[in-house]
């Protein structure tokens, strides 16, 4: 029989583990390596193999799977949508997601991907906004202020030195909650206005970020309150049959995707016809195509959230967790002694189970 030589373990990091490696870190300090990560691997785009996710839909909500893959690694994720699970206690959008090693389909490493999800969602909105923001946005109406609204007030804030923020959610709850978690991560109340209404929070925003969660055609801001120039980021239209945004607002603005396929079927996009012109992001962090063109203009970020951002996270999230020492290790595939020999380990368990392991 031949020795075996490759070890066989997988990395493991739970959601205890990874919400303790964010407050190690820093959630300002996660931002900003996850934003490097992406636009590192949105840069070498033609490396990767891809296609739009695989949604599974039940009139509550939709389960997804997302892969990507390059020569060397392969991740997938698992992410659900379930925007009335608060009334049974658990959140909207929970995830969790592999790396493997190509080369030989070794899992080497299993998350927990719901805080991983906030975190890229808002880092990468954060990197098109550099691009298609008007330089020196010092204002954001923030729409919605659910699970996500925290990582995207903070990503605006810290990668983009937005200064203010007009806040609102029909939740009066969830506003205060913002509003405390904010407290808590550094940003005082003061440079924090709740609002009655959308069309309150809009006025004066360089910048509108929309991440409700409600499984319909939604219109949570009106076109008439949108200034020229102003740069949207829309994040909570993100299945099919679920959007954010009044068809008049998408008419009037550049649309900018992460996977175009994907964006076509499930982000605001799906309510213009199949051959609206879009901009991929990765073409403009490529230099292949222009961001904004000019100050008047309205960009429109349509984010669906793409396998690629994970793909990023779980690579830097398994460095992370092996410098920080909060990296678990589990047998999530057997190790045999006789590679054909899968047999063996019924065998061996049975004499375990017995007592003459
Ligand atoms: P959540 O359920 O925790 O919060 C949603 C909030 O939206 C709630 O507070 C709710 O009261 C509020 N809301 C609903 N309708 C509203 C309206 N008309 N006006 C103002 N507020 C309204 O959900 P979450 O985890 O924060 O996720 C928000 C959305 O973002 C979901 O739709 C989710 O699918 C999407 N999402 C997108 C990406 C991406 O990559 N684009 C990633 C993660 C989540």
Redesign the pocket.
């Known amino acids: 029989m031949k020795p075996r030589t490759t070890p066989v373990h997988t990395d493991f990091l739970g959601a205890t583990q990874a919400a303790r490696l964010v407050a190690q870190v820093g959630v300002a300090a996660c931002l900003a390596g996850l934003a490097d990560a992406i636009e590192e691997d949105f840069a070498r785009w033609p490396d990767f193999e891809k296609s739009a996710r695989i949604a599974h839909h039940s009139p509550g909500g939709v389960i997804e799977l997302m892969p990507v893959s390059d020569a060397l690694d392969y991740a997938f994720k698992y992410v659900n949508?379930h925007?009335d699970?608060?009334d049974r206690d658990l959140?909207?959008?929970m995830a969790f997601g592999a790396l493997a090693d190509v080369a030989t389909g070794l899992p080497v490493f299993l998350s927990d991907l719901t805080l991983a999800?906030?975190l890229r969602?808002a880092a990468?909105s954060a990197l098109a906004a550099r691009r298609l923001a008007r330089p020196g946005c010092r204002s954001m109406a923030l729409?919605?202020?659910?699970?996500?609204?925290e990582f995207q007030a903070l990503a605006f804030t810290h990668l983009l030195g937005v200064e203010r923020l007009r806040i609102?959610?029909?939740?009066v709850q969830?506003m205060r909650k913002l509003v405390d978690n904010l407290g808590h991560a550094g940003i005082a109340a003061q440079r924090i206005t709740c609002c009655a209404s959308?069309a309150e929070a809009l006025e004066g925003a360089d910048i509108v970020t929309t991440?409700?969660?409600?499984k319909h055609r939604?219109c949570?801001i009106a076109d008439a309150d949108v200034r020229p120039g102003t740069h949207i980021n829309a994040?909570?239209?993100?299945?099919p049959g679920?959007t954010e945004l009044p068809l008049a607002l998408l008419r009037r603005a550049r649309i900018f995707v992460e996977f175009t396929p994907q964006t076509r079927v499930e982000g605001e996009l799906q309510q213009l016809p199949a051959d609206a012109p879009v901009t991929e992001l990765w073409q403009v962090i490529n230099g292949q195509a222009p961001g904004r063109g000019h100050d008047t203009e309205i960009t429109l970020f349509d984010?669906?959230?793409f396998a690629l951002?994970d793909y990023s996270a779980l690579r830097w999230l398994r460095a992370l967790a092996h410098d920080t020492g909060l990296m678990q290790s589990i047998d999530l595939v057997p190790a045999l002694a006789d590679p054909r020999d899968l047999y063996r380990l019924v065998r061996e368990a049975g004499q375990a189970e017995r007592g003459f392991g």
């Open positions: 949508g925007p699970n608060a959140p909207t959008v999800t906030a969602t990468t729409i919605g202020a659910g699970s996500q609204s609102f959610d029909i939740d969830a959308s991440v409700t969660a409600a939604a949570v994040v909570g239209g993100d299945c679920k984010s669906v959230g951002e």
